[in-house]
């Protein structure tokens, strides 16, 4: 009888779309809190209170719903990584990922140092995120 051997590491890991769900939570947090901590700066609770967004202006409801749109691709990527098919869920995460290291990337030249430091883990992270989908386990075909 032919058994296949399992290691310890294969069986404590978790699926690959629930180890992408968990990162992309993390660089959620990541979001959240570099903004919670920015409130603590002085004079920039008063500054939102009038509208300012710093480098991309003054509010509207236009800026604001591309600044949700832009939030809530990473957080339905939690959920779509527990639900889509493994190949869209591979090239997802492979496209949203990558995009959003650049993204973060990007922002990251005039920022203040808790946004500096929080934005290298979402790029640690969405890096990892990259990774994990490119690693993916393809489907071996074995002849019958």
């Excluded at 300012?52 to 779509?80: F, Q, T, Y």
């Excluded at 493994?86 to 030249?109: C, E, P």
């Excluded at 934005?119 to 386990?137: C, D, F, N, Q, S």
Aim: aromatic residues 8%; proline residues 7%.
């Amino acid at each position: 009888m032919d058994r296949q051997m399992t290691s310890r590491n294969d069986l404590n890991a978790p699926p690959v779309s629930v180890r992408l769900a968990g990162l992309w939570a993390s660089v959620m947090f990541c979001y959240v809190y570099s903004d919670l901590i920015s409130f603590y700066m002085p004079g920039r609770i008063e500054a939102v209170a009038h509208g300012d967004m710093g480098l991309l202006g003054v509010a509207s409801h236009a800026l604001l719903a591309g600044i949700a749109a832009v939030m809530a691709i990473p957080s339905l990527m939690v959920a779509l990584s527990l639900h889509l098919p493994a190949k869209a869920n591979r090239i997802a995460n492979l496209v949203l990922g990558s995009v959003y290291s650049l993204m973060i990337a990007a922002t990251m030249f005039t920022a203040p140092p808790h946004y500096v430091l929080l934005g290298l883990i979402e790029i640690a992270l969405t890096g990892a995120i990259v990774y994990v989908a490119w690693r993916w386990p393809q489907p071996r075909l074995v002849p019958v």
